[in-house]
């Protein structure tokens, strides 16, 4: 032991606290999820997202992946332009709609549900997608789409 640990006993309930809590990394890591607001433009029956691969970014996620979901949500096709990073979705949404449904995805394939952090990513196994925490080490199984 240490010459700092020898002058407490275990029993010090305080101290061991103390202790714990400075080992620990805050819940969090009190970093927060700036997504910029999507720029739609809507032509005929179809909607433009012009900053998709911007917001694909920030969610540290492919853009193929978070089209397929926003695709699903709002029941319709979608097309990416990886040249461009422009989104193509066959049906006329708003800006909050599309906010909205992005905020829903934070919350199901980025969002830690144990520590709260963004710091995850998505791995397969098998048939079973998993958000893997790299903040605090959780694996939680995530519905497939």
């Given at each position: 032991m240490s010459g700092s640990?020898?002058?407490?006993?275990?029993?010090?309930?305080?101290?061991l606290l103390?202790?714990?809590?400075e080992k620990i990394p805050p819940r969090g890591s009190g970093v927060t999820l700036d997504l910029p607001?999507?720029?739609?433009?809507?032509?005929?029956?179809?909607?433009?997202?012009k900053?998709?691969?911007?917001?694909s970014q920030r969610l540290k996620r492919e853009p193929e992946l978070v089209s397929r979901y926003l695709a699903k949500e709002l029941a319709s096709a979608s097309s990416y332009d990886?040249?461009?990073?422009?989104?193509?979705?066959?049906?006329?949404v708003s800006g909050k709609i599309v906010r909205q449904?992005?905020?829903?995805?934070v919350k199901d394939?980025?969002?830690?549900?144990?520590?709260?952090?963004i710091d995850t990513h998505l791995e397969r196994k098998g048939k079973?997608?998993?958000?893997?925490?790299?903040?605090?080490?959780?694996?939680?199984?995530?519905?497939p789409f």
């Open positions: 640990e020898e002058s407490h006993d275990l029993t010090d309930y305080e101290w103390s202790r714990v809590y607001e999507p720029q739609i433009i809507r032509v005929g029956t179809q909607t433009i997202i900053n998709f691969r911007e917001i990886s040249g461009s990073g422009q989104l193509t979705l066959s049906v006329k449904v992005l905020d829903m995805f394939y980025v969002r830690c549900p144990t520590c709260g952090s079973v997608w998993l958000l893997v925490c790299e903040a605090c080490g959780a694996e939680q199984s995530v519905k």
